[in-house]
Nanobody, 119 residues
């Protein structure tokens, strides 16, 4: 059974620089595109950043220049380095991965990790 487990969230002061991780386990198939999304209370889930299996990245406008997405394909692990955090970055951060063969690709989600930016 495929599992995505996020870690690294918590209470962070404004300006802080936490790093989120997402470990993928239980997959017999290749992990393709991966990404981070977030959902603040009362708002819709939004894109934070995505990264292809080849390392091509894409960022949401609100995090460009502050966040960096990266992945370790050998360990099936996704990372999000968050810098210069603001209170508006407070949200539950979800990991996403596309896993499977070309003919049978599926989307998987982690349960999320809360990031709260507050002094």
């Amino acid at each position: 059974q495929v599992q995505l487990v996020e870690s690294g969230g918590g209470l962070v002061q404004p300006g802080g620089s936490p790093r989120l991780s997402c470990a993928v386990s239980g997959s017999m198939y290749r992990v393709h595109g991966m990404g981070w999304y977030r959902q603040a209370q009362g708002k819709q889930r939004e894109l934070v950043a995505t990264i292809s299996s080849r390392g091509l990245t894409n960022y949401g406008d609100s995090v460009k220049g502050r966040f960096t997405i990266d992945r370790d394909n050998a360990r099936n692990t996704l990372y999000l380095q968050m810098n210069s955090l603001k209170p508006e970055d407070t949200a539950v951060y979800y990991c996403n991965a596309e896993i499977g063969s070309i003919a049978n690709m599926k989307d998987y989600w982690g349960r999320g990790t809360q990031v709260t930016v507050s002094s």
